[in-house]
């Protein structure tokens, strides 16, 4: 039984609204949904991720970054690699000059697998390497940029550059990455083929538990003491700094974590489509990806689900009805939420239905979006004594 909000990091009205998604989910859509369109909303899931790492990193600390769909295709091309090396056995590939290598090497005239190929042999290393090389891509972004202090815009622009950057040096590398057509022909995951409809609708299932699994991965970052730093440090950055805390190692670490929620969904996004390309990571899907946080909410981790699903099932109707006009409606959709709702599909709930529910959702006090902007006790003089040298 809960006593109070201290005792656990779930509030009843969180652990209401996350029922209601589940339920949704996992209940509601399959059973509404043929195979079709079921694969098409788990295809939106794994953009979930992203916007639920914009909400930490965006909505929470301030950090607005445009190039997390490079965070993205590293998942997915991780688990890209592995998949092509399964389907790319000796016995398949006998037909080429090089047999057991990927079929595009064999195209460019490269005549054995590449060292950084290698550990993807293994699915093993292949889930840690996509939960890592996004984190270890993102460390080194993060802390040359926030140990120079560098944010805001100008923090925004550079992860602009860089998804433009990786997107021209996957296709420049064509070799080894599969170039502009990226990484295709993916069949079987350990022997179980993922093309079938009956596999699609078991990764749909896995993704939705691993996006409630990291959805109380957000809420506990978010009700911690962590959580509280990262909303101060998001409005009085020098306070919190003067405080005795290093809020560049903040930054980096709610950098890191949305990198790897990211190419959690990229991952995902790899098994259930049967591909990646780099078409997934420079600057246009990295603003999308933006633009579903801020639909849904840039303060609200539920928000930025419902975002996601609202703007890609938007895309999808406008796409087949009015392929002429989606662009258009999506710049109608982001300039309605900058004038008319800035807090998103979240801050229309929470000022204008929440309260009406009562108590069932927190009454009066759900309108507050964030948590006040105060940061905590600071650490004990011995601990502040170090970081104010610096």
Known sequence: MIKSDRTFF???????GIAILAFLLI??????????????????LTYAFVALGLVLCWGYAGILSLGQGVFFGLGGYCMAMFLKLESS????????????????????????????????????????????????????????MFKRRVGGVYFAI??????AIMTILIIGQQGY????????????????????DS????????????????????YFVKSSKLGRILVAMRDKEDRVRFSGYDVANFKVFVFCLAASLSAIGGAM????????????????????????????????????????????????????????????????????VVLI???????????????RLGPLFGGAATRRASPPATPPAPPSPSAAAPAAAE
Do not use: H
């Open 10 to 16: 779930l509030r009843p009205q969180d652990m209401i």
């Open 27 to 44: 209940v509601i859509l399959p059973l509404s949904l043929d195979n079709f369109r079921l694969q098409f909303v788990g295809k939106y």
């Open 89 to 144: 056995s000796v016995e398949a590939t006998k037909i080429q000059t090089t047999p057991g290598i990927p079929d595009f090497m064999d195209w460019n005239q490269i005549t054995e697998l590449p060292y950084m190929w290698q550990p993807f042999n293994s699915l093993t290393l292949t889930i840690i390497a996509v939960i890592l090389v996004p984190a270890l891509f993102a460390f080194i972004v993060g802390f040359a």
């Open 158 to 163: 550079i992860t602009q550059a860089l998804a």
């Open 177 to 196: 990455t599969g170039g502009i057509n990226g990484i295709t022909d993916l069949r079987t995951l350990n022997g179980w083929d993922i093309r079938s």
């Open 199 to 218: 596999a699609k609708t078991i990764l749909y299932f896995v993704c939705v538990a691993l996006l409630l699994a990291c959805i109380l991965i957000a």
């Open 269 to 336: 996004f790899t098994l259930q489509v049967g591909f990646m390309s780099p078409s997934f990571v420079g600057i246009v899907p990295s603003i999308e990806m933006v633009i579903y946080a801020a639909v849904g909410g840039r303060l609200s981790i539920l928000g930025a689900i419902y975002g996601t699903l609202l703007v890609n099932w938007a895309k999808t109707s406008f796409s087949e009805s009015f392929p002429e006009l989606w662009l258009f409606g999506l710049g109608g959709l982001f300039i309605a």
């Open 341 to 355: 709702f800035p807090n998103g599909i979240a801050g229309l709930w929470q000022t204008y239905i929440a309260p």
